[in-house]
């Protein structure tokens, strides 16, 4: 079974649509992460959710809405999008609550948005 | 605020010699540091991680790292490559209190020829 599952893998769209991204986690975690990955492969945090609740909200265009209806999801709602939105979006979890250390993340394949 | 910093971009060797990949990182705390590798079209894997116990850190696939606080560097090593480690791989430090906020160094390109 996939750890953590992204819908869809690509999305091609044009600019100024409305688009979301799932991700599913089957790890029992309750911290969950959205994370943007230009094309020269960096890596930025967007949005970190924790039990349902917003716990990093990084510097990103509120056209992203992020939504998390259980702890086992955590999806990405992108409004009005524009060309700079292209990138690979990835999923990631954690178990915050009750850690002694910092735990591994655990990433999901990615999506990749082009936005025409 | 932490940052890291991968000090090469790309990094060819041949299969069967040793592998180094350099990072550097600066915190006002003690760190907690991971390598991540990703492969062509694929999530990110945690190869590692130091959170403060011992300063060698062994991880998956023959890797490993050592934490140097007087250098603060911590860069990834393994003995032999091999053609599968060809990837993309990040070192990452964790920002202390609260909860966890990974920030990524730019990344080094791995290269393993035959």
């Known amino acids: 079974d996939t750890a953590v599952s992204q819908t869809p893998k690509y999305l091609v769209t044009q600019m100024g649509n409305d688009k979301s991204i799932k991700c599913e986690q089957n790890?029992?975690?309750?911290?969950m992460y959205w994370y943007k990955q230009d094309s020269k492969k960096f890596l930025k945090i967007m949005f970190s959710?924790?039990?349902?609740?917003?716990?990093i909200n990084e510097t990103v265009p509120n056209r992203f809405s992020p939504k998390s209806p259980d702890k086992a999801h955590l999806n990405l709602h992108i409004n009005s999008l524009e060309l700079g939105d292209s990138a690979v979006y990835f999923c990631?979890?954690?178990?915050?609550?009750?850690?002694?250390?910092?735990?591994?993340?655990?990433f999901g394949p990615g999506t990749r948005l082009t936005v025409l | 605020a932490q940052s890291v910093t991968q000090l090469d971009s790309h990094v060819s060797v041949s299969e069967g010699t040793p592998v180094l990949l350099r990072c550097n990182y600066s915190?006002?705390?003690?760190?907690?540091l991971f390598w991540y590798v990703q492969h062509p079209n694929k999530g990110l894997q945690l190869l590692l991680k130091y959170t403060s116990a011992a300063t060698l850190v062994k991880g998956i696939n023959g890797f490993e790292a050592e934490f140097k606080k007087s250098e603060t560097s911590f860069h990834l090593t393994k003995p032999s490559a091999h053609m599968s480690d060809a990837a993309e791989y990040f070192c990452?430090?964790?920002?202390?209190?609260?909860?966890?906020?990974?920030?990524f160094g730019t990344g080094t390109r791995l290269l393993v020829s035959p």
């Open positions: 990452v430090v964790s920002e202390k209190g609260g909860f966890q906020k990974l920030v």
């Open positions: 790890l029992g975690h309750d911290t």
């Open positions: 959710y924790n039990n349902k609740e917003l716990i």
């Open positions: 915190s006002s705390y003690s760190p907690s």
């Open positions: 990631a979890s954690s178990q915050e609550v009750g850690r002694t250390s910092y735990n591994e993340q655990f």
